[in-house]
Each structure stands twice: as C-alpha cells, then as structure tokens.
C-alpha cells in the first residue's frame, strides 16, 4: 500500500425529509446564494422546499447553470457574489450545479482571471473560498463528498477539472426519493459515471491495498445489481438510496488511499464532451471498453481480479478471461440504455481527430502508468467508431 493522508471533512445528511435539517447547517447571519440549474428543481419541488427551509435567510437566487456548467455563465453569478458580499452558497441540483458553486466559491476571492485557476488545476491557486452546502438532486458524481469540479469554457471549447480542500461542502443533503423525477438516461448517465470512477481508482496495477479493492468491488456489485432496477422502478427507496450512497462512496476520496489512480477514460472524455456536448456518462461508456482492451497487459492483474470477483468468471485463458470481463462491462453499459460507439452518436474518424491533435499538442501522457500518450488516445478512439 502506497503512503497517503486522508481527510473528508464533509457532513452528510442522508435519508428522506433531511431537508428540514437546513436551516441549521447555515450560519444565520449569512448572505446566502441558492444555485441551481434548469428549472427540474422547480417541478419537482425541491425549489419550494429549501426556500421553506431557508426562511429568515437573506437569500439571492442564481439559476440557469447548465449540465457541464459553463465559465460565461458563472461568471455572473461570480459578479453578483462579489457586488452583494455572499458568504455562503447553496448549491441544490445535479454534480454541474454543486461543481458550479465550486467555481463561484473560488474565482469570488481569485486575483486575476479564474479560467486560470481552472486550466492550471493546481489547489494552490485557490487561497480563499466562499463556504458552501448542497442539496443533491443527481446520484452521479460525487461532488457532494469531494473537493473537486468540472468547468467548460464555451469560447474554447475546453472542459478541465479544479480543485481545492477549500471547496469541500461543509454539508450535504442527500435524500434518495429527490432522485425519483430524474428522466431515465440522466439516472442511466449516472450509474455509468460512478462505475467509471470505481474502474479509474481500481483497475491499474496491485499495491496489496485489500480492503480499497474489496470497498471498489462491492461498490461495483452494487450498481451492477441494482443499476437495472434503479432504471425501471424509479420509486424504490431502497434502490435509490442504494445508488445514491454507491455514488458517493465511488468518488469521496476513500477508494483512492494508497492505491495508483488513472483517469485517463475520464480525461479523454471530457474532451468528448467539449467537442461535441455528449453528456458526461456517455463518454465514459463509449472509452472505456476500448481503453480498457489497449491497455490489457500493463492492467492485466487487476482486469484477472475484476474479470473473477465482479464478474465471478472463472474458467478460460487469461485473455478470454480479461476479454469477457471487458465485454460484459460495455454490455452493462448497454442494458442501461446508452450507446456505447461514436457511430451510433453520428461521430466519425475525422470528427475525431482534433481531439487527437490536442492530446499531441499539450504532449499528456495519461493512465496510471503515463503510458497513453496521442497515439494510442488515436487508436482507443478509432476503435470506439
Ligand atoms: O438543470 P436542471 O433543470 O436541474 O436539470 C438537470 C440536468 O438537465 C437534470 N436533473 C438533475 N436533478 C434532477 C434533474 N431532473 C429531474 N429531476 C431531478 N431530481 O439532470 C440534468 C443533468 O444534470 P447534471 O448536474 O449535469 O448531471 P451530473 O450530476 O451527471 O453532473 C455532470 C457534471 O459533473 C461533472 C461532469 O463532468 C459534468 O460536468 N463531474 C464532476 C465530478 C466531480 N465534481 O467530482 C466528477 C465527475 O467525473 C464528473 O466529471
Ligand atoms: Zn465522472
């Protein structure tokens, strides 16, 4: 097991009717902003609830964050906290609302222009941040139990990812039976999601790190057993809850302690989402399975390991075995709905190739082992046609 420090100072306030638990979670004397997005939280009413919740606050509202929320329309909200001095932002939607919020709560106090906080991705650039909280409407992600965010920039077209231990939540409200209004694909985008983050912290090589191993495989278990259900019967509690937590526990920092991290279906994805707006999920589904086969020797024990104890597959060679493992993984992707090749999306070769040529052109070298550099991104990414 390798060296590591762990901290998550984040508190979760799980179950249904939390949110009446709101007012006490914020300082009183706070001038708070409320984020959202769309409008879901509208419908559904969950917008009415937190404001019952948030009565005798000063409040100021701030929604329209988009999903992969964008750096132009942060900004004002970024503008409004600086001219109201907000002290506390509350972040109620999906992983795009609460990764918005991060943003908001680091460029308020940013010297400078805050895109470069995003681009460099180094914590040290953020030196201050406005406090915050959410209320989580999206089992996905993980951003309500990490430090972390997303942004893209619509000018550039460039999606990076930030952080800060400044920008964990101070809480976070998680209540299963606000998942129930989500549309299928969001729900089916999200099982993917969290799968992903289990495979980037788990599939690498073996550092003897056994309980991380068995955390990632039961995490994994878990959404491949109730992953079809949460699909077709979206008012079980029990499923929702389930899914809720596997999300969580899949990217707050405790799978990843002493173990390689990778990533790189993760990095290529968000190119492929900056490029042609494919939601989040989606693109993990269509990368892994070819990244997956590329770098089958160098990852060829943990695949043995998955292959046995997430797929209990156990007779046939290495390579058949490793082969299955991968197959039934893209064919889970599949049961849920999504289309996991670029054709099926109306994306070919050509469409591609810029995405080639800015690996090449920032000469990343991504994966647990630094081993993909421009090329094979080509190859997995050809193979995913
Ligand atoms: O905007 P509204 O109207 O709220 O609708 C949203 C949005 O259209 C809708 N939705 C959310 N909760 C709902 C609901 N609709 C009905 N009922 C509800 N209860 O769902 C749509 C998608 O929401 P979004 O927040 O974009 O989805 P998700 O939670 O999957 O977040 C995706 C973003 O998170 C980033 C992704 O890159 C992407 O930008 N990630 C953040 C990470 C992190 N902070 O740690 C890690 C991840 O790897 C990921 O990269
Ligand atoms: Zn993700």
Redesign the pocket.
Known sequence: MENFDFVNPVRILFGKGKIAELGNEIPKDATVMMT??????KC?GIYDQVMANLKGFNVLEFGGIE???KYETLMKAVELCRRHRVNFLLAV???????GAKFIAAATHYEGDPWQMVVCGRAEAIEKAIPLGAVL??A????EM?S???ISRLSTQEKYAFGSPLLFPRFSILDPT??Y???AK?VA??IV?AFV?VTEQYLTYPTQSLVQDRWAEGILQTLIEIGPQAMSEPENYDVRANLMWSCTMA?NGIIAVGVPTDWAT?LIG?EL?ALFGLA??VTLAIVLPRLLMETRSEKKLKLLQYATRVWGISGGSEDNRIGQAIELTENFFRELGIKTRFSEHGIGEEQLLPIVQRFASRRWKIGENRSLDAEKIRKILIQSI
Request: aromatic share 4%; hydrophobic share 20%.
């Open positions: 959202y997005g769309g409008g879901s939280i559904n999903p992969n929320p939607g999906g992983g795009s609302v609460l990764d409407t999206l996905a992600t993980g951003s990490n972390g965010g997303v606000y998942t209004s989500l549309p969001q985008n999200g999601d983050h990217l993760h968000h989402t989040h999920g």
